[in-house]
C-alpha cells in the first residue's frame, strides 16, 4: 500500500496565469490554483518525489515534507527539473547525496544546468546528488518498484512509470500500442490533459478520455491543466464515471 499527494496539477506557468484576468485565473476556489505538476509517493518507509519544478521548495514546505529517498524525473523540460536545488535542505539533515533517476537526456540537462553540484573542488553547502539512469528495465527505490513507461512528447521521449497498481503519464501526446499494454490492469491511472482545444505536444481533454477509455480503469485522475481547461468544479461535473480532475493536495491511497 502506498499514498500519493498531487505537489502539483498545473503547466508550466502554473494557474493563475500571470496577467491573466480569465475566470479561472480569479477564481476564488483553491482547486483552481495549480502550481507545476509534480506528485509525492510513500509507503511505511519510502518516500519518492518525480519531478521537482521551479515549485518543489514551496511543495515541500505546504505538505510538510521532511524525508525524500530518492527523486525520479520524467523528461528534461525545466517546468519539470528546474526546482533540483532545492534538494539542499534534504543533504543537510540527511547527511547524504539524494539519489536521482533519469534518462540520459535528462542527465544531460541536469548536468548543465546545475553543473556547480558536478564540480571536483565545489564550496560546501551545494546540491549532492548521485545519477542512475533509468533504462528500459524496471527499477527499484527501497520497497517500490518503478516500470518505465515511454511515451512521446511530440518529438520528445518522455518516461512515464507504473508502480505496483498504480500508472503516472504526464507531458504526452502520444503512447505507442506496446506502452499502453504495461498501463492495462492499473487501478489508478494518471494521465495529462492540457485543455480542451488541440495542443501540438500534449493529449488535450478529448484525446485523454480516448486514451483512457479502452483501457477500463476504475479510476483516472487528469492532470498538467492550463488556464485553459475551465473551471475545476464545471468541467469535473461533465467528465465520465470513474475519470476525476487532480488538484494539488490532492491524496490518493493504492493497495
Avoid: W
Amino acid at each position: 500500500m502506498f499514498d500519493i499527494t498531487i505537489l502539483g496539477s498545473g503547466t508550466s506557468t502554473g494557474v493563475p496565469l500571470i496577467g491573466c484576468d480569465c475566470a479561472v485565473c480569479k477564481s476564488v476556489d483553491a482547486k483552481d490554483k495549480r502550481l507545476r505538476t509534480s506528485i509525492k509517493i510513500q509507503t511505511n518507509t519510502t518516500t519518492v518525489v518525480i519531478d521537482t519544478t521551479p515549485d518543489f521548495r514551496y511543495q515541500m514546505l505546504r505538505t510538510q515534507t521532511t524525508k525524500i529517498d530518492a527523486i525520479v524525473f520524467t523528461h528534461p523540460h525545466r517546468d519539470h527539473y528546474a526546482g533540483l536545488d532545492d534538494i539542499r535542505p534534504f543533504n543537510f539533515f540527511s547527511k547524504k547525496s539524494m539519489p536521482i533517476y533519469a534518462n540520459e537526456i535528462t542527465q544531460e540537462a541536469i548536468k548543465r544546468d546545475f553543473y556547480y553540484a558536478f564540480e571536483k573542488d565545489k564550496d560546501a553547502g551545494l546540491p549532492e546528488m548521485i545519477l542512475h539512469t533509468i533504462g528500459k528495465e524496471s527499477f527499484t527505490i527501497g520497497d517500490m518498484l518503478f516500470r518505465p513507461i515511454q511515451v512521446m512528447h511530440r518529438d520528445m521521449p518522455v518516461l512515464g512509470f507504473r508502480i505496483g497498481d498504480f500508472t503516472y503519464i504526464t507531458d504526452a501526446n502520444f503512447i505507442p500500442d506496446t506502452e499502453l499494454e504495461k498501463i492495462k490492469g492499473s487501478k489508478l491511472l494518471i494521465l495529462n490533459a492540457l485543455r480542451k482545444e488541440a495542443h501540438p505536444t500534449h493529449y488535450n481533454l478529448e484525446q485523454a478520455l480516448a486514451v483512457i477509455e479502452p483501457l477500463g480503469i476504475p479510476k483516472v485522475f487528469l492532470t498538467h491543466f492550463s488556464h485553459q481547461i475551465g473551471l475545476h468544479d464545471q468541467v469535473e461535473a461533465n467528465l465520465p464515471k470513474g475519470v476525476h480532475l487532480a488538484y494539488d493536495g490532492l491524496q490518493l491511497t493504492v493497495a
